[in-house]
């Protein structure tokens, strides 16, 4: 998964149209930006460590997590967080 901040799909905008032009499919440019039609474990952890990750640069002291507990959030994986 990419490394890069939470934005707006607008602020994508170019550089999608750039990678459109220049052969790639969907599916190739939405594996590039970390996005899935499914909500996997792995999709849910790999989201809240990048979140963790760009929160502790900031200094913030906690992160704010809303879910609605499917099963990404009962799962051993989440816990273990």
Do not use: C
Not at 4 to 29: A, C, D, F, N, P
Not at 37 to 56: C, Y
């Amino acid at each position: 998964m990419p490394k890069r901040k939470y934005t707006h799909i607008k602020v994508l905008e170019e550089e999608i149209l750039v990678m459109r032009e220049s052969g790639k499919t969907r599916q190739e440019i939405a594996d590039h930006f970390g996005l899935s039609k499914e909500q996997t474990v792995n999709l849910v952890l790999d989201t809240i460590r990048m979140a963790w990750k760009q929160e502790k640069k900031r200094g913030a002291a906690e992160l704010q997590l809303h879910s609605d507990q499917g099963f990404q959030y009962t799962s051993q994986g989440y816990f273990n967080l």
